[in-house]
């Protein structure tokens, strides 16, 4: 199943084509320029100049390359002046003898709006050079008394923009603004957004294809139209189950999340998949009422998946010290497990408001797993912001296991519960089911009912009910 990993180059260049164009879109003005403020600009010497804008053409590009991108820049000046101002940008080598060894701030940086200088040539009561207008190496200029303008369009060679006097006095300033525009923009976007999309394509189209013998055995195509039997024998779609280890080790769990970074990684790159393959999921369900197999497939073994790390390394309970398989499909033999029935039908207009209908879910499951950049205002409320009620929970079930070798068992059958709750939601928010979650806290190892368990190591599949658990259980 590493194919899907093909998505993410074709999800970038969709994302990056997106922006590029979104951005090029709402940034520019009439004339085509996206625009942004530089900063104001000023020097007691009277000249201000950039450091050499270098403009470089492989040897091996074409000689109108440049051209062919028909890239103009625009510099502005604005702001009160008391006198005529002159800006223009010309070639380095010319710039730096018309200067000669004239006192000068040359601009190396600019940091939040503000420019850095760095002071270059003799003292300010230095001799002064011939009035900038009349020099005929500038490649663009403009001079007055009121607002400037600079239009050049860019052309190979090494450049230096000049901000001065007119009449090379010493003190100069301006409010400075830099823009662009390329003709390039436009076929850059659609080339990304074209080949992003084709991408993307082949990517869902070999998921989906290497999918499908999984999707029907997972599903048991076989039997037309027959439910899962974990999900027919429980009132939710949603199964999720768990079996906590009699002999947890004391100190494992503190460094299982260490252990559990190769399947982080692997689930990261899933997780697009996973979203991707739930948004063309969407679409084939609102035009034709049905979840894909193979898709279905594929994003069922992504969250069982996610269910076994989180199980074995943080908010699952760490409930186990058997490291999680790297695979998509059932482990029968694995503590933790989680099945979803599969829709034979589906709502079509339920499709476009499903998310909308989970809020309210989501806003509990945002409280279960920690809502990232909540400021509460007050201590108790940012560490429970930060770390889930979840992640709270299994903490203070690690912490009885350090020091009693005990794993609370009403701890765990709360944990679970809220790990079905959330799971619950996941698959509703991802459209696999159509029933909508219960507002109900479902605690312990098992689905309430006969629910098959995945089986101990080495031992037959069975069928188990919740039953109290005696005060001398071990665990």
Known sequence: ???????????????????????????????????????????????????????????????????????????????ASASDRFV??????????????????????????????????????????????QQDFWAASDTGSGPLTLEWPVREGRWTVVLMDAAAAP?????????????????????????????????????????HGAGRAATGAGDAGAPEPAAAATRSPVVLQARLDPALTRWQWL??????????????????????????????????????????????????????????????????????????????????????AYPERMSRPLVLVKWLLAVPHLLLVALFLGWAGWDGGSDNADVLASTGLLGLLVVFA??????????????????VGLNRWVYRVVAYAALMTDTYPPFRLDQGGTEPGPVPMPPGPGGPSSVERREPVREDAPG
Not at 172 to 195: C, E
Request: aromatic share 8%; net charge negative; hydrophobic share 50%.
């Open 171 to 211: 003190a100069v300033g301006g409010d400075v603004t830099v823009g662009a525009r390329s003709d390039a923009v436009v076929p850059t976007v659609l080339v990304l957004l074209g080949i992003g999309a084709v991408l993307t394509a082949v990517a869902v189209a070999l998921i989906v294809v290497g999918m």
């Open 88 to 133: 223009g940008i010309g070639p380095s080598d010319a710039v730096d003898a018309y200067l000669g060894d004239v006192a000068r701030d040359q601009v190396t940086d600019v940091t939040d709006g503000s420019p850095v200088y760095r002071r270059v040539g003799g003292d300010l009561a230095g001799a002064r050079p011939g009035a900038p207008a």
């Open 398 to 415: 690690g912490v009885a296991l350090l020091f009693t070798r005990r794993y609370p068992r009403p701890l765990f059958d709360l944990v």
């Open 255 to 340: 460094v299982k999340w260490l252990l559990a970074i190769p399947h982080v990684i692997v689930l990261a790159f899933l997780f697009v998949a996973f979203a991707v393959l739930t948004v063309v999921a969407g679409v084939a369900i609102l035009f034709t009422g049905r979840y894909p197999r193979g898709i279905f497939a594929f994003n069922l073994g992504v969250l069982r998946w996610s269910w076994r790390v989180s199980y074995y390394a943080s908010t699952g309970g760490i409930g186990t010290d058997r490291y999680p398989p790297f695979r998509l499909g059932a482990d029968p033999e694995y503590p933790a497990a989680l099945d979803v």
């Open 1 to 79: 199943m590493l194919v899907c990993l093909l998505v993410l180059p074709g999800v970038a260049m969709l994302l990056g084509g997106a922006g590029l164009g979104l951005g090029y879109a709402v940034g520019r003005d009439d004339a085509g320029y996206v625009a942004a403020d530089a900063g104001r600009f000023e020097s007691a010497s009277g000249v201000v100049t950039t450091g050499s804008l270098d403009v470089l053409v492989d040897a091996g590009s074409p000689d109108r390359l440049l051209d062919r991108l028909a890239t103009d820049v625009r510099i502005g000046v604005s702001g």
